[in-house]
């Protein structure tokens, strides 16, 4: 008897680790391999001219939430930004180099995004870091790959603290920025809601709390009575949500994730407390936001329409609207994950990640045939055109911010629509919001930008 | 036979020394960095390991006691600039500290309860960051600046010298806690563990033995984290969420709960099982949903087969090969040794129930070990 149960238990252990192993899989999968690319038709010979560099290829690498708390949602950026290069690889290439996306899960924890991103640098040799999710998480690789002089572009958060060519020359921020963020909707919120009472509602960070420095540059004081703050990790917002039912606000500008915006309307509702919502480009993602409304009615008992609740949400975006179908670029973003990331849904996260692809290739072919990583820098420093983006690049050798602009938007039936023209401005507080005078530029028609 | 085992571990700790130097050299510059994670891992789990398997407390808050280490650090750094070794002493006694008053608690609670309670501080500790933002950084977090030391010239790797720091940190450790688990000390544990009343009866201060239990390793989780703070670079609350805490205890129990050795394999396997998972997955053309889980299904892959193959974990199975050929297992390494003397059949438990009976069976100092030295 004994003997038999010993063995027994080798059988039992492997037959559960193969459950479990194919349990653990369940994510859907989405596809992005490379497609075979176009010769080359250049004079110049290709050479390994860098690390990451060879003749046929470019290596890039990224940290990014594909598991953990910040997936939903984050987790489709890097496969759509992979399906461009994907695109982009199918029709020539850079220089006729395939670009070779490689992104690592760090579950967006700090400790393991310096494992990763030690990995990409030291062991996988990538040529640059492009796009790592995340400000706490990149903050943690900033200073290694300035130290190995590895260029740090496009990085997917909107912190300010990205632009700081002095200290972190090799670093680029990508997204319009939370400070420019605040002040272009504080200046909507004065403009329209003048006399009115203002509330804010902010994550306790830097991301809530640069916001709300460019809203106080914008909005008088007198004019905000109430400012409520949340942390991510409590998602009884009670006590804030009765705060700025009692302070009588008419307008609660939010900087705030999207499961919280989607709590402070579903709190709100309890209360019979429904003010206009003014609500960064972060936190109103239509698609995601009208699900989590769902989501969490259903769990507190209730059916919702999460499209009707959405409807009137004001807020900014800095990338064509996903509802605009006679756009170029999102007639093009849109070709390019039907071909090669159809399983994602193709959404505001899906535009933002093929939106920066773009970018990257656009540098790229800036930098030169046989580009050291020096020239990658240096071709950012001297300037991006806009692309897809409404409003022009703040690049240039001393100012290393993203997107200066962005128009105002207002969701509805679950589709954001732009309204009024788009506006830019600085960091500064004293720096005036103005109407964007720069064109917004066309797709290429071949879908890859000229070099 | 503590006088004669102190020379059998520190042999062992040089001869690892020596592989670890090796290895540093020979192995790429990732691979120094995986050697300094190692390290660090291995120091908070050899604390761990002790509290648990050796006084018989269980603590899901160890993560949180990384954080004050790592934190004392990046504050003494940044506003006091002492070197690094005074640094990881402060650290250590900061944490130390913090594990006094949290084992003055943890002393009343059982089973669950002090489960529960550590699993509390697990949880809450890291939040008090974005509380004091002014002090802690907040979500940020602070940056902290090692540098290499100038005698080893500019082109010296600085993982390799992290490897060396991080190891050197690890094996001191391992080397300290070997002796302490011998030692009265050690004994008291292992005493209070197997039954309190009987510890009690025999002149043991129960509640101070807890209490010391969890002071050790505290001080370990402490030094833990100074090392992760100065590899990493950044001290953020994100790196020390409660998933970090179980993670030790699961390299704790994957390497053979109460055995240093076993700390070490469990660190091995915590550290390079994701890493190696990711580039097999990656490099399998396996979509990018499907191979980000693999390191996540790997790891509970890995602690099943361990679980139901060797319930005494990796040290256990060792003991057992070693066993089977014939060999005199390492048994002065590990101060918590379960295995009866003469009985090598009992390194391999037929079957859970016996592997329990081992693990509650094991006399408060079993004398019959002196006979086989």
Redesign the interface.
Known sequence: MKRSHRLRMPAVAAVSAAALAVAACSTSGSSSSSAPSAAASSSVALTASAPGITATTITVGSHQPLTGPAAPGYSEIAPASAAYFAYVNAHGGVYGRKVVYKYLDDAYNPATTASVVRQLVLQDNVYALFNGLGTPTHLAAVSFLNAQKVPDVFVASGCDCWNQPSTYPETFGYQLDYIREGKILGHYVATHFAGQKIAYFYQDDEFGMDGVKGLDAEIPHSMVVSRQTYVPTNVNIGPQVAALRASGAQEVVAFSIPAFTALLKLYGLKVGYNPTLVVSNVGTDPITLSGLLETYAKQGGATVNGNQLTAGIITDGYLPTLGDTSNSWITLFKKVHDQYDAKAPFDGNVVYGEAVAYAFVQAMLKAGKNPTRADLVSAINSGLPQGPLVAPYAYGSANHAGATGAYIGIIKNGVLVKEGPVLTTDTSTSGPVTTSTAAPQQAPASGVPAP | MTMRSLPRVLGAALATAAVVAILSVKL????D??IA?IAVEVTAVAGLTVLTGLSGQISLGNGAFMAIGAYTTALVLLHLGWPFITVLVVAAAVTAVAGAIVGVAAARLHGPYLAGATLMLGVALP?VA?IY?GVFG????L?V?FTTPGFLGVNFPP?RWQAWVSSAVALVTLVLLANLGRSRVGRNWRAVRDDEVAAALAGVNVARARILAFVVSAACAGMAGAL?AI????V????F?I??SIALLTAAVIGGLGTLPGAVWGSLVIVLVP?YA?DVA?SH??????A???????Y??VL??VM??FPQGIQGGVRWLLGLLGLPAARTWHPASRLEAGSPAGGAP??QQEALLTQRGDPPEPHKKEGTQ
Do not use: C, H, K
């Open positions: 790429n510059a990732f691979q960095y995986q994670e939040s974005y933002p907040g979500d940020q977090g940056n600046v993982t992760l590899i990493t670079g950044l953020a609350p994100g790196a969420t998933t970090l890493t990711t990656t053309g396996l979509s990018a949903a499907v980000a889980n693999i390191p996540v299904a790997a509970g892959v099943i087969l139901l193959i037929a079957s």
